[in-house]
Every structure is written in C-alpha cells, then in structure tokens.
C-alpha cells in the first residue's frame, strides 16, 4: 500500500484534475491529508452520511451504489487516481451512495477544509471537477428515472 509522501503526490499528479498544481501544493495537501486503507467489502462511507472529506484512490478499486426504494444502482467501479466524494462536500450534502472496497484499498481522505483551500488557491481546477460533477449528475439522474419507470 501507498505508505510515503512522494508516492502519495506522484497518485495526485496522475488525477487530470491536479496536473496544473504546483508539486509543492500537492505536497502540502497530501501532508494534510490521511491515508486510509480499507479491506475488502469494507465501505469507505454510507449513503446519507454527513459528508467531511472526499477520497483520491490511491490504490484498489471502489464501487458505488445508490439504494432506492425499488432496488440498487450500481454507479460503477472506480479504480486508481480516482476521487469520490467530493460531489457531496461541494452540494454540502449528505453522502449521495455508498463507496465499497473491491479488495485492498488504499486512500488519501482529503478533509473539507483542505478541500476547499486547494480550490480557491488553484481555481482553474474548479471547471474539470465540475464538469465531472455534471457528468456524474447526469448519469445518476438518468440511472433513477430508469429505476423508478
């Protein structure tokens, strides 16, 4: 598992989402940041949970499911130098669906506030993570109305 801070910031690097942050920034936000690790099954957190942190994907893979009332969907699988999480800090809602491990996985549990920071401090990533946000949105919208028809 991901254990030291250059291996931690060389996993952000990879994240299009963080390749125009400075290394140094990406140093400061993986130091603030905390490594999770989660077993297989294990969820990384639940459904209508307070959101508090979001999770880069360090190493493993995480599924996604939403329950509803007429059953599970299933949001997919998200693998290595992947974020979840953040939808729900950036709505300031509780946790939308459950993440679960896929075997070992390794995380780097990015606080709110360190969340947050790195935004206003590197704007120009807030327009990638929307757009992902919209897109994730969409799929989740069209996913429910497929499972209330």
Do not use: H
Not at 110 to 115: H, L, N, T, V
Request: charged letters at 25%; glycine letters at 6%.
């Amino acid at each position: 598992m991901v254990a030291n801070l250059t291996a931690q910031v060389e996993a952000l690097r990879r994240l299009p989402l963080f390749k125009d942050v400075e290394t140094a920034q990406l140093k400061l936000l993986a130091f603030t940041s905390e490594t999770a690790c989660f077993k297989d099954g294990e969820a990384l957190f639940r459904q209508d949970e307070p959101s508090d942190a979001a999770y880069v994907i360090l190493e493993g893979r995480v599924d996604m499911i939403i329950d509803t009332p007429t059953g599970l969907i299933d949001l997919g699988t998200f693998a290595g130098s992947g974020i979840i999480g953040e939808v729900s800090i950036l709505c300031d809602r509780p946790r939308m669906a459950t993440a679960f491990a896929v075997g070992d996985v390794a995380t780097l549990r990015i606080g709110r506030d360190a969340f947050f920071r790195l935004i206003e401090e590197f704007p120009r990533i807030a327009l990638p993570m929307l757009r992902d946000v919209a897109r994730r949105l969409e799929f989740m919208t069209v996913e429910l109305s497929r499972a209330r028809a």
